[in-house]
């Protein structure tokens, strides 16, 4: 009698909540005396929800199914996009543009491969976004901008600017509690007639157009742009202090300190500033009469070994003294002020103590001085050989009136006697002099650290005009311009994060081969890191991204099976960016 089959349920736990449910089938083999298995896959349960499943095709019907099917494929310069994708997760960039867009999520899509492609090219203006985006995996893939598309979305968003203002708050608080904010501005050149506020002033590229100010808030402990907003190119640095104390109180700003060059110093920008309670840090300059009096009163305390403060970023020698003063300010009332009874447009006098911060840059102060003694001796030898002052230009007959000992004979012909020491030294006393004015107390040392690493903003506007496409405006209307500028601020901090990353992993570097002397490392890893700091130190930040663009990701797909494969990194790439990576992953 033959053995009837046994057939049994079986569900296989998968471990991540699937199961698949096969039915097992015993059958006795009499020849072997063994029972032989045969399982056959049912269905699955997903969370307990069952789901069917189709029989697993035979060699044969693959091949004549791939033999049939088509086939599609595509190529991708994707070697950028995974350097740009971890600079996004780093500074919360792209998370503040889908925040600033709501719902819109194409738009904000189309935004940040705008601005991505302007870091990628170097800085390429909009009509060659065409064929790129047809070349490079960017985040939105919908369909391919083309110029208009950018122009329509840039004139959108110029024209609902919620939608900048409501990045501006993200940035605002993805940045540190203490505010420590730079504030700077730069023009943009331009022949368009129909743009209202380019007017003919200050024109940083001296070109004698017409211009428009961007002025830049900047968080200089986040190495990161925060805000920006445009402004007739006529109107002076100072007149805009007001206009950034407004809106940072919009974004809910109202404690922060502002660090300013003197472009933006004056007396009541100042009391303003302090009425608004910001902390402020101010470059001002040498030759206001009450820094003056400030500078003549404690001159002898400068050069002494314990006023040196420190050596700065240019590797000059400086020495300082901080100065408390008490000033009288004033506030001109918006409002009827009912705390004090002052009415509209009555100022209001208050005092505030601040400290007035003096340095003298001994290595600048010595170059200026032999410059000038140089200067000096030849205007000596000149009037030695022609014994007369008309040969000189203006310049030098100041300079030979203030510093030499001039005598003429009857006849009129001019003779130097020597040098007048005391010309010279008047001349020559506030040479390699700065001030900076602070209302909160610190050494002279910390203040003068504070407002050197301001500078890196000066960075960031030539990074906004040679690599944003930012030295002229390419809008005919304002508001166009508007959208314009917030395209451009996105990429800024693109740059901004990137430039501060790759700052860290030098440094890291550098203290790795350092530690090669005190470790026994193989010799290939002392070469590669060797290799890759040589790498980087000859490379600039555009060259860098330039040279990852080239990598491809391919992608073949048929019906039956789909295959990715990319272009291969060196070693050295490998380890960039892994250091990459570490320096980008988001915090605990």
């Known amino acids: 009698m033959a053995n009837k089959d046994k057939k049994f349920i079986l569900r296989k736990d998968m471990g991540n909540g699937v ?82 867009f709501g719902n819109e999520i194409d738009d904000a899509k189309k935004c940040i491969s705008m601005a991505r492609y302007l870091v990628c090219s170097g800085g390429n203006s909009f009509p060659g976004i065409k064929v790129w985006m047809m070349t490079h995996a960017v985040p939105y893939t919908q369909s391919v901008l083309t110029k208009d598309t950018c122009k329509a979305l840039m004139d959108k968003i110029g024209l609902h600017y919620d939608i900048v203002e409501k990045y501006f708050k993200e940035r605002i608080k993805w940045c540190k509690c203490s505010l420590v904010i730079a504030y700077d501005s730069t023009t943009e050149a331009t022949d368009s007639t129909r743009e209202d506020n380019a007017r003919y002033g200050f024109n ?21 742009p925060i805000a920006f907003s445009r402004e007739p190119g006529n109107l ?42 910001f902390n402020v840090t101010i470059l001002v300059k040498t030759g ?40 009288p300010f004033h506030h001109i009332c918006e409002h009827s002020d009912r705390r004090t009874g002052a009415k509209k447009g009555e100022p209001i006098e208050f005092e505030k103590e601040v400290y007035l911060h003096l340095y003298r840059n001994e290595t600048l102060r010595k170059a200026k001085l032999e410059k000038l003694i140089s200067d000096v001796k030849d205007i000596m030898q000149t009037i030695s050989e022609t014994h007369t002052l008309d040969v000189l230009d203006e310049r030098s007959k100041e300079l030979a009136r203030q510093c030499l000992v001039i005598t003429a004979d009857k006849e009129c012909n001019v003779t130097a006697e020597g040098m007048n020491d005391d010309g010279i030294e008047k001349l020559h006393r506030y040479d390699g002099f700065m001030a900076i004015l602070s209302d909160s107390d ?5 203040v003068l650290r504070k407002y050197r690493s301001r500078e890196h903003i000066e960075d960031n506007m030539w990074i906004k005009k040679s690599c944003c496409d930012g030295s002229t405006p390419r809008s005919w209307y304002d508001y166009a311009h508007n959208g314009r500028l917030f395209i451009q601020f996105l990429a800024m901090g693109y740059y901004d994060c990137l430039y501060e990353i790759l700052g860290k992993m030098r440094g890291k570097i550098n203290s790795t081969i350092a ?60 380890l960039f960016l892994k250091l990459l990576k570490e320096y980008t992953a988001p915090a605990d």
């Not at 007149?239 to 407004?246: D, E, G, H, Q, T």
């Not at 610190?442 to 910390?446: H, K, L, P, V």
């Open 19 to 100: 199961f698949y449910v096969y039915e097992r089938t015993y059958t006795y083999d009499p020849k072997s005396k063994n029972n032989k298995t045969k399982d056959r896959l049912l269905y699955k349960e997903v969370n307990g929800v069952r789901q069917e499943t189709r029989r697993r095709r035979t060699r044969e019907e693959i091949l004549e199914a791939e033999r049939l099917s088509g086939i599609s494929a595509e190529r991708k310069r994707t070697g950028s996009k995974e350097i740009l994708d971890h600079i996004a997760e780093k500074s919360g960039i792209d998370d503040a543009v889908y925040a600033a």
């Open 204 to 224: 940083k590229d001296r070109d004698g157009r017409r211009t428009i100010k961007a002025l830049y808030l900047y968080s200089m402990e986040d190495h990161q």
């Open 236 to 277: 002076s640095d100072a007149a805009s202090v007001m206009k950034a104390v407004k809106q940072l109180e919009a974004l809910g700003v109202k404690v922060c300190e502002l660090v300013m060059d003197n472009g933006y110093y004056s007396f009541d920008n100042v009391g303003e500033l302090l009425y608004h309670r």
């Open 288 to 327: 206001l009469n009450w820094v003056k009096d400030a500078i003549d009163d404690h001159y002898s305390e400068f050069g002494k070994p314990s006023t040196y403060c420190c050596c700065d970023d240019k590797e000059n020698l400086m020495s300082g003294v901080t100065v408390k003063l008490k000033l």
């Open 442 to 446: 610190g050494d002279s040392r910390s």
């Open 515 to 574: 530690d090669f002397d005190k470790a026994e490392v193989p010799s290939a890893e002392r070469k590669l890191w060797r290799n890759l700091k040589s790498w980087m130190h000859n490379n600039s930040l555009n060259d860098i991204l330039q040279y990852f663009d080239v990598y491809e990701t391919s992608r073949v797909s048929t019906e039956i099976r789909r295959k990715i494969w990319t272009t291969g990194y060196t070693e050295r790439d490998k």
